[in-house]
């Protein structure tokens, strides 16, 4: 037999059928009760005097039926009074910096003798220490208008392109508090870019920017969560400042931190996407929802506030809202990077120059379309204009003094260099590079002017005056003369022969001629 519970209007009606002079049985019959339970709550208004003659009221019904329902209180089982003599100790495993989980308790308990089951155990730190004990829901008012939005990622389904190819499809949701009006936003990326574009679409569907907007914790907008100190995403902070209005975020798994957005997830996806043929034009999806965020969920009767969504914000919302943007937000992508020793940090797949102080910092980089700005802390380092992938910016003031020439591989520097250390190191030197290609022989010219540092203009620009003469271009074969004229110079000096340092190089450079004249002789005349 299954039980039935007596409430308070079947206790007031067996009192005034009693009143009425209905038997027992027949009040039984005619309401259904078991004939035994009609006698106990007859029996309990005799013994109180309450029939015949009383009025039957609530307070009376209530009175005969808590003074029939009153059970006395069961004694605790031995399990019960067991744990209750282990009070502290499971305090103290379940509470504290480190608590134990409830299984490991048992087990404890088990092994020390204390058999009860693992049921028992959680009924009685629920009961009677409040472990994990739900506190009640408490509704909160809705905010003032205009004041809060609230936005959630959602996944929908897969859609089919053209050539067969599926693809999940995310929406983007924004619905504000106070008139419930949505906005949905579809995207196949959950990137800072996609969500700055869909808020700013929302911004323009509502006609104003919320003041304050509650976030949900994924990556693009919350780069660290946390329950009192979260990290918003630099680059969607930026966006945030730059609309106007304070980004919240909501606790992970807490969905009633922003329950006005949470719950529509699921209605979208039913109401919206499901059964519908939506190719991955991306364009034509989001033309389809926000036509139906007007047409659909903006025109219906919403649940909780019973009001239509569109109609309240229209009148009582929209003229509270921020104004909304004209221009699309340049979302700009902060980095870190490590500036080499040449003196360049890479950014995008592009190469930018920073001054030398900072080789080996690690620097704060921020582009977007058109700039690039690098920060050591609150410092500006340097700014750039973007470049292609692949590209370069140098500024030739980042280099040392007199080493931009070196770094940038100047050809005229080079030249001009060279042809301040002598006439035919100057002619040498441009015979070098005199060729389609003249980047292949800086490193000769290079090695050229170190010659003259270290073993002296005079005997490099003889050797040079030679090596022209001959057409020899090696600027090693010059380095190899210099090296066996030092090596004769030092023999000489240990042996005690003085050699005058031009006595090697004395001769004129038409002495060793080899070509023949290209001026006619008269015959005869060499034998003179």
Request: charged share 25%; proline share 6%; net charge positive.
């Amino acid at each position: 037999m299954s039980f039935r519970e007596i409430t308070m209007q079947d206790v007031s009606e067996v009192l005034r059928r009693s009143q009425a002079g209905q038997s027992a049985r027949r009040i039984a019959r005619e309401t259904g009760l078991d004939r035994k339970t009609v006698g106990r709550y007859l029996a309990e208004a005799r013994s109180q005097c309450l029939v015949p003659a009383t009025v039957v009221s609530e307070d009376v019904a209530r009175m005969v039926g808590m003074a029939v329902q009153s059970r006395p209180l069961l004694p605790p089982s031995t399990a019960w009074q067991t744990l209750a003599s282990h009070r502290e100790r499971l305090r103290a495993w379940l509470g504290g910096n480190d608590p134990l989980r409830l299984v490991r308790v048992h087990e404890l308990l088990v092994r020390e003798g204390i058999n009860v089951t693992y049921s028992t155990l959680r009924r009685y730190v629920q009961r009677e220490l409040g472990w994990r004990k739900k506190l009640p829901t408490v509704r909160l008012p809705d905010p003032p208008p205009g004041l809060e939005a609230q936005i959630d990622f959602g996944l929908m389904g897969t859609v089919t392109d053209a050539d067969g190819k599926t693809r999940r499809l995310y929406v983007l949701l924004v619905t504000l508090s106070w008139s419930r009006h949505m906005f949905v936003w579809p995207t196949f990326h959950q990137t800072t870019e996609e969500v700055c574009a869909g808020l700013d679409a929302a911004w323009r569907f509502f006609g104003g920017v919320p003041k304050h907007v509650v976030l949900d914790n994924a990556t693009a907008m919350v780069m660290r969560a946390g329950r009192t100190d979260p990290t918003l995403n630099r680059s969607f902070a930026e966006y945030a400042e730059a609309r106007g209005f304070f980004a919240d975020t909501a606790r992970v798994r807490h969905p009633k931190d922003k329950a006005r957005v949470e719950n529509q997830v699921p209605y979208v996806r039913e109401r919206w996407f499901a059964g519908e043929s939506l190719l991955s034009d991306i364009t034509a999806i989001r033309r389809h929802a926000e036509s139906w965020c007007r047409e659909v969920a903006g025109a219906r009767v919403h649940g909780t506030t019973r009001r239509v969504p569109r109609d309240v914000y229209e009148a009582e919302e929209r003229s509270q809202m921020l104004p909304a943007p004209t221009k699309p937000f340049d979302v700009p992508c902060w980095s870190t990077a490590k500036v080499h020793p040449d003196h360049h940090v890479q950014v995008q797949k592009a190469l930018y120059s920073v001054p030398t102080r900072f080789i080996g910092k690690t620097l704060d980089i921020r582009s977007d379309r058109s700039t690039v700005r690098m920060y050591l802390g609150m410092e500006l380092v340097k700014t750039h204009a973007r470049k292609a992938p692949g590209q370069r910016s140098t500024d030739v003031n980042d280099f040392p003094p007199g080493k931009a020439a070196w770094a940038l591989r100047d050809v005229d520097a080079v030249l001009r260099a060279a042809g301040t250390r002598g006439q035919h190191v100057g002619e040498y030197a441009a015979r070098l590079v005199a060729g389609p290609l003249p980047w292949l022989k800086l490193r000769q010219a290079y090695g050229l002017l170190r010659l003259c540092e270290r073993y002296g203009e005079d005997r490099v620009n003889a050797l040079c005056a030679r090596a022209l003469a001959f057409g020899v271009l090696d600027v090693r074969r010059i380095e190899g003369m210099l090296k066996d004229a030092r090596r004769a110079e030092d023999e000489a000096v240990a042996d005690g022969r003085v050699i005058p340092l031009p006595a090697r190089f004395a001769r004129d450079a038409s002495a060793f001629t080899t070509r023949p004249s290209t001026t006619s002789e008269p015959e005869g005349a060499r034998h003179e």
